[in-house]
């Protein structure tokens, strides 16, 4: 069913229909980021103008289509400049995200071993991603930050998740040992118009 149309959007819709069908999580995620990368350069797809609208406190979601017969879900979200997100998961789902305009760095963690059973991280990469470009996450290693680094632009990013996330963990810093505390959060969806 979907939330809303726009032009390009059955193409959008059929490309990442051809990816789902393809077996292993991995034969997904490497069609849909090479798709997705080719749809943002070639143009074809022209997202809602309510997708280029930031949200003045937080980095804003946008359903834009969820699949009843395949289960995944694409969503955009509009990062107003600064805006970025804590360390968090994808609540095990997999997940291939596009820069479909303005710039964002994204920081990739590893969870580290601790037998005090806190919860520790060290990062492991990140990157400046610019428009038509794309990444994913497959479980275990799905922890991240998102983070629009400009303090005038705004940015906008494709997700698409193997299902609809509606929660994750976030993961806050403690003051003591370089540990996080871990904390379930409620992901709740912008309107769209």
Known sequence: MSTLEFP??????????????????????????HSLCQLIRSKEVKLPDCVFEAAE???????????????????????????????????????????????LEVVQYQQLNDETGQWRFQPVGSIQAGPGS????????????????????????????????????VFKPLKENLCYERQERKLGLDPIH
């Open 8 to 33: 390009g959007y059955r193409k959008l819709i059929d490309t990442i229909d051809a990816a789902v069908v393809e077996g292993s999580t991995h034969a997904i995620t490497d069609h849909l980021r």
């Open 57 to 103: 406190d937080h980095y804003a979601r946008r359903e834009l289509y969820h699949s009843e017969e395949h289960g995944y879900c694409v969503v955009a979200m509009t990062w107003g400049p600064g805006q970025g997100t804590p360390i968090h998961d994808h609540s095990g789902m997999w997940c291939v995200e596009g820069v479909w305009s303005g710039e």
């Open 134 to 169: 794309a990444g994913s996450l497959i479980p275990p290693h799905e922890y991240h930050t998102i983070r629009n680094p400009s303090t005038d632009a705004i940015a906008v990013s494709l997700h698409i998740y193997s299902g609809q996330m509606t929660q994750c963990a």
